[in-house]
């Protein structure tokens, strides 16, 4: 099993939903994070001020899929939240040792 954290731009989130659940993802958890990479932050106006920030807002998308199909996962994430500019996000994947159904008790990709 595979733990695929992907971190996109907050208004492609619908597409790479939609995108995950044409290839049969049951499930995904969505968080609000805010970070920077070469992007170095942002400047905004806020009351005619203008001030900077260091920290640009993201979502991270966390999936745990089966081992077969973490590429089509991935492939899809990417061109779903692929924009073309810089700040698209990053997409990570991780091993994952054991998955647990806290309901049923089932483990391993069944329990998915």
Do not use: C, H, W
């Amino acid at each position: 099993m595979k733990l695929i954290v992907a971190i996109i731009k907050p208004f492609k989130l619908d597409e790479v939903r939609e995108a995950l659940s044409a290839l049969g993802v049951q499930g995904m958890t969505v968080t609000e994070v805010k970070g920077f990479g070469r992007q170095k932050g942002q400047t905004e106006i806020y009351r005619g001020a203008e001030y900077s920030t260091n920290m640009v807002p993201k979502i991270k998308v966390e999936v745990v899929t089966t081992d077969d199909l973490a590429d089509r996962v991935i492939e899809a994430v990417q061109q779903a939240a692929n924009s073309g500019a810089i700040g698209d996000g990053k997409i990570f994947t991780i091993d994952v040792g054991q998955a647990v159904r806290i309901r049923t008790g089932e483990t391993g990709d069944v329990a998915l």
